[in-house]
């Protein structure tokens, strides 16, 4: 089992609806975690972090379930400029003491005109 | 702009060669981490160095090793190129000390092995 499971996609929507992704997580000691955004042949770029009791950054929601080890990101009023692969992401202390970033496979998002 | 750089941009190598990947570091940051993202894969750790050694390290075999440099920047080696080493390969700079671990990339090398 993936240690960083998300939708597989691609999601294709029209400008202006909401769209929701999921992903769940398999080490619950897991400590810090976020959503990237990364663009075709880019790097990967933050996009917010996700706490327990939920964060807004304008048109973007993010919501930690650590009982359920689960992890959200909806986006309303879809613009063209949201399309792009969105990367769940969960921050592990591995062995020597390291951060690491550990990440979903990505879901691929298409906001159509 | 996050201000980590990489070179080369682009590479191709043929199997069993070695290769050397090259990054400079965010200013003010001490800890660079390495990753590997296949197509249609999130990035892979590899490992991440902090004042100057490795400490930790993912699931890839010795063959992939690196430094870490007074200036904190930082290069990747992988020896006995195979076929499935083709991938972008990412580093991204942090400051252990930061309290968000969060962590800026650069733009990436890709590495084609032949």
């Known amino acids: 089992r993936k240690e960083v499971e998300q939708d597989p996609g691609p999601f294709n929507v029209p400008e202006g609806a909401t769209v929701a992704f999921n992903c769940t997580y398999s080490?619950?000691?897991?400590?810090?975690f976020f959503w990237y955004r990364q663009d075709c042949r880019k790097e990967p770029k933050l996009l917010m972090s996700?706490?327990?009791s939920g964060n807004e950054d304008g048109r973007f929601t993010a919501q930690l379930n650590r009982a359920s080890q689960y992890i959200s990101l909806l986006i309303r009023d879809s613009k063209l400029s949201d399309s792009a692969t969105y990367l769940c992401?969960?921050?592990?202390?591995?062995?020597?003491?390291?951060?690491?970033?550990?990440f979903g496979s990505g879901t691929q998002l298409t906001v159509l005109p | 702009e996050t201000g980590v750089t990489q070179s080369p941009t682009h590479l191709i190598k043929t199997r069993g060669q070695q290769v050397t990947l090259r990054c400079s570091s965010q200013s003010g940051h001490n800890t660079v981490s390495w990753y590997q993202q296949a197509l249609g894969q999130g990035p892979q750790f590899i490992f991440q160095y902090y004042r100057e050694e490795e400490n930790g390290r993912g699931n890839f075999p010795p063959r992939f090793s690196g430094l870490q440099f007074p200036n904190y920047s930082s290069e990747l080696n992988v020896n006995a190129l195979e076929l499935d080493d083709s991938a972008l390969y990412l580093c991204?700079?942090?400051?252990?000390?930061?309290?968000?671990?969060?962590?800026?990339f650069g733009p990436g090398t890709r590495l084609t092995v032949t």
């Open positions: 996700v706490y327990s």
């Open positions: 991204a700079s942090s400051n252990r000390q930061g309290p968000s671990y969060e962590q800026y």
């Open positions: 080490n619950s000691a897991s400590q810090s």
């Open positions: 992401v969960v921050i592990l202390i591995s062995s020597g003491s390291a951060r690491q970033l550990t």
